[in-house]
C-alpha cells in the first residue's frame, strides 16, 4: 500500500492550471508537515509549497508565491497544490511527502509553516505525477 499518491498532472498550456492531490492511505496527515517537491529534468529535487498540519499555516517558494496554493481537506485526508499561470519552468515530477514539523531559516521562501526542505528530512513519499507546461 503506498501511503501516499499523487495526482492531477498532465500537459498544459503557458497560462494553464492544474490541480494536484497528494492522498494520505493508512495513516492521518493530522500530525505532519507536508511538501511539494519537483523535479526538472537534469536538475536537483526543490521544494516549492508546505504545509504545517498541527496550526494549518503554510509556506511558498519565491518562484511560485502567488500562483500555487497549498490546502488541505481534513476529512479525505488530502493535500492539494493548485496551480495557476503556469509557466514552462514549471514543468517537472512533482512528489508529495510527509514529515516532522521543523522550523529552520528558509532562504527564497515566505510563509510560517514549519517543514524543512531537505529531501532527506521526509520518511513518506509518493510516486510522483508529472506536470509538463508547453505550447
Known amino acids: 500500500q503506498v501511503p501516499l499518491v499523487e495526482s492531477g498532472g498532465g500537459l498544459v498550456q503557458p497560462g494553464g492550471s492544474l490541480r494536484l492531490s497528494c492522498a494520505a492511505s493508512?495513516?492521518?496527515?493530522?500530525?505532519?508537515?507536508i511538501i511539494w517537491f519537483r523535479q526538472a529534468p537534469g536538475k536537483e529535487r526543490e521544494g516549492v509549497s508546505c504545509?504545517?498540519?498541527?496550526?494549518?499555516?503554510?509556506a511558498y517558494a519565491d518562484s511560485v508565491m502567488g500562483r500555487f496554493t497549498i490546502s488541505r481537506d481534513n476529512a479525505k485526508n488530502t493535500v492539494y497544490l493548485q496551480m495557476n499561470s503556469l509557466k514552462p519552468e514549471d514543468t517537472g515530477v512533482y512528489s508529495c511527502?510527509?514529515?516532522?514539523?521543523?522550523?529552520?531559516?528558509?532562504?527564497?521562501?515566505?510563509?510560517?509553516?514549519?517543514?524543512?526542505?531537505?529531501?532527506?528530512?521526509?520518511?513518506?513519499w509518493g510516486q510522483g505525477t508529472q506536470v509538463t507546461v508547453s505550447s
Open positions: 504545509l504545517s498540519s498541527s496550526d494549518g499555516s503554510t
Open positions: 493508512g495513516f492521518t496527515l493530522d500530525y505532519y508537515a
Open positions: 511527502a510527509a514529515g516532522p514539523h521543523r522550523a529552520v531559516p528558509r532562504t527564497g521562501w515566505r510563509g510560517e509553516a514549519m517543514c524543512g526542505l531537505n529531501p532527506y528530512e521526509y520518511n513518506v
